[in-house]
């Protein structure tokens, strides 16, 4: 479980192609001395486990199912990733519940600064899109976010997000451009109540 708040970005410094899962090394001096061989690490909002480490950097893999789900699959030398490690009984919860389990992937469609903030749009996913709700919690390339504006209601299929200096400057959102595809988790209680809700409103 994670909060969405990003702790570093690191940045990825191979990528090595195996039988039936893709390694990536990551360099993150920041955390990496405090990581441990199967823990747990949010890279982009995706949950994905610490397979090799050292006080540089540390190695995940991953499957062919989450690179097909994900922005994962699309991974190069030097791109720069969004790292959280796992929450621990006890700590504050500074953003919202998130699992790092993708449900999605959506498409910045446009950004513009905005005053001190930016504003970005992003077209989502059905089954996210579905499930959130003006002022409720979303999460895109592991950063927790808040929805300032719900284009569904006017004819679009995405939302609003505005993103605060601090925000921009510690996260890969300010390296996105139109057209770029992200990472995107629902709201964890959302998808539970409209789980729960479906057999009723059919």
Same mark, same amino acid.
């Given at each position: #479980?994670?909060?969405?708040?990003?702790?570093?970005?690191?940045?990825? =410094?191979? /990528?090595?192609?195996?039988?039936?899962?893709?390694? %990536?090394?990551?360099?993150?001096?920041? /955390?990496? @001395?405090?990581? *441990?061989?199967?823990?747990?690490?949010?890279?982009?909002?995706?949950?994905?486990?610490?397979?090799?480490?050292?006080?540089?950097? %540390?190695?995940?893999?991953? /499957?062919?199912?989450?690179?097909?789900?994900?922005?994962?699959?699309?991974?190069?030398?030097?791109?720069?990733?969004?790292?959280?490690?796992?929450?621990? %009984?006890?700590?504050?919860?500074?953003? !919202?519940?998130? =699992?790092? !389990?993708?449900?999605? /992937?959506? !498409?910045?469609?446009?950004?513009?600064?905005?005053?001190?903030?930016?504003?970005?749009?992003?077209?989502? @996913?059905?089954?996210?899109?579905?499930?959130?709700?003006?002022?409720?919690?979303?999460?895109?390339?592991?950063?927790?976010?808040?929805?300032?504006?719900?284009?569904? *209601?006017?004819?679009?299929?995405?939302?609003?997000?505005?993103?605060?200096?601090?925000?921009?400057?510690?996260?890969?959102?300010?390296?996105?451009?139109?057209?770029?595809?992200?990472?995107?988790?629902?709201?964890?209680?959302?998808?539970?109540?409209?789980?729960? #809700?479906?057999? !009723?409103? *059919?």
């Amino acid at each position: #479980m994670f909060t969405g708040i990003v702790e570093v970005m690191g940045r990825i =410094q191979a /990528v090595e192609d195996r039988a039936t899962t893709r390694r %990536f090394r990551l360099e993150a001096p920041e /955390v990496a @001395p405090e990581l *441990e061989l199967g823990d747990s690490v949010s890279v982009d909002g995706a949950c994905l486990t610490v397979t090799e480490h050292d006080p540089s950097g %540390f190695s995940v893999d991953v /499957v062919g199912t989450t690179l097909e789900r994900t922005i994962a699959g699309g991974y190069e030398v030097g791109g720069v990733v969004n790292l959280e490690r796992a929450l621990a %009984f006890g700590d504050r919860l500074d953003g !919202h519940l998130v =699992q790092g !389990h993708v449900d999605g /992937v959506g !498409h910045l469609e446009a950004i513009r600064e905005d005053g001190e903030f930016w504003r970005l749009r992003v077209r989502l @996913p059905g089954v996210v899109l579905r499930t959130t709700v003006l002022h409720g919690s979303i999460t895109l390339n592991g950063v927790s976010l808040t929805v300032s504006d719900l284009l569904e *209601e006017k004819g679009d299929s995405g939302v609003e997000i505005g993103i605060i200096p601090h925000t921009w400057e510690h996260t890969n959102l300010r390296l996105l451009k139109p057209g770029n595809p992200v990472n995107v988790e629902a709201d964890l209680i959302g998808k539970y109540v409209g789980r729960l #809700m479906a057999p !009723h409103l *059919e």
